[in-house]
């Protein structure tokens, strides 16, 4: 069984396009990310979500918009694609938004605007 | 100055070598640690975590932290093919919320 699961895997799209990812975690955890990986392997923080609440939201556009429907669910929708949006974005889950809680990440969704 | 540091490589070693992986970090108040692995085209998996000064130990692994000098440290005994991937350094705040700066990454290669 698929602890963090994602789909799409791959997202093709061109630019000015809407999409949506989702992220599903069968763990029992409380606390849910987003994280977006760029081409030079870089993994920064998008947003968290503790219990559905929203805990961490960064530096980032408006066009990023997380919902959280209940605890094992996180999606993400972008609206407006552009071309730097192109990354792999990981889901990720842990016991608690707790600093010392172990996360467990998704197997990616590799974006990729046209 | 990035919040965590890592040299990108790629640390080539032999099989059977040592690898040692290195990591800084800026933000002194950071009390959590930890060392990812991705694979290549991969997700990354906890490899392991530490939260006091010295080392910590788990098989193969030794992970080593100087909070004075802020820089913590990856071992890998016996390297193997397998470890061949790259290892993401990680560090969280104190106190608050779950926060997790990674660094940029250091890949290995173990050479058979």
């Known amino acids: 069984d698929t602890a963090v699961s994602q789909t799409p895997k791959y997202l093709v799209t061109q630019m000015g396009n809407d999409k949506s990812i989702k992220c599903e975690q069968n763990?029992?955890?409380?606390?849910m990310y987003w994280y977006k990986q760029d081409s030079k392997k870089f993994l920064k923080i998008m947003f968290s979500y503790n219990n559905k609440e929203l805990i961490i939201n960064e530096t980032v556009p408006n066009r990023f918009s997380p919902k959280s429907p209940d605890k094992a669910h996180l999606n993400l929708h972008i609206n407006s694609l552009e071309l730097g949006d192109s990354a792999v974005y990981f889901c990720?889950?842990?016991?608690?938004?707790?600093?010392?809680?172990?996360?467990?990440f998704g197997p990616g969704t590799r974006l990729l605007v046209l | 100055q990035k919040e965590v540091e890592q040299n990108s490589g790629p640390l080539s070693v032999p099989e059977g070598a040592i690898a040692s992986l290195n990591c800084t970090y800026s933000?002194?108040?950071?009390?959590?640690f930890f060392w990812y692995r991705q694979y290549s085209g991969k997700s990354p998996e906890l490899i392991m975590s530490i939260y006091s000064n010295g080392d910590k130990e788990d098989g193969r692994f030794t992970a080593q932290l100087n909070k004075a000098s802020q820089y913590v440290s990856l071992l890998i005994r016996d390297s193997q093919p397998s470890d061949s991937a790259t290892y993401l350094c990680a560090v969280n705040r104190s106190g608050g919320y779950q926060k997790v700066t990674f660094g940029t990454g250091t890949k290995l290669q173990v050479i058979p």
């Open positions: 933000d002194r108040v950071s009390q959590s």
């Open positions: 763990l029992g955890h409380d606390t």
């Open positions: 990720a889950s842990s016991q608690e938004a707790n600093p010392r809680e172990t996360q467990y």
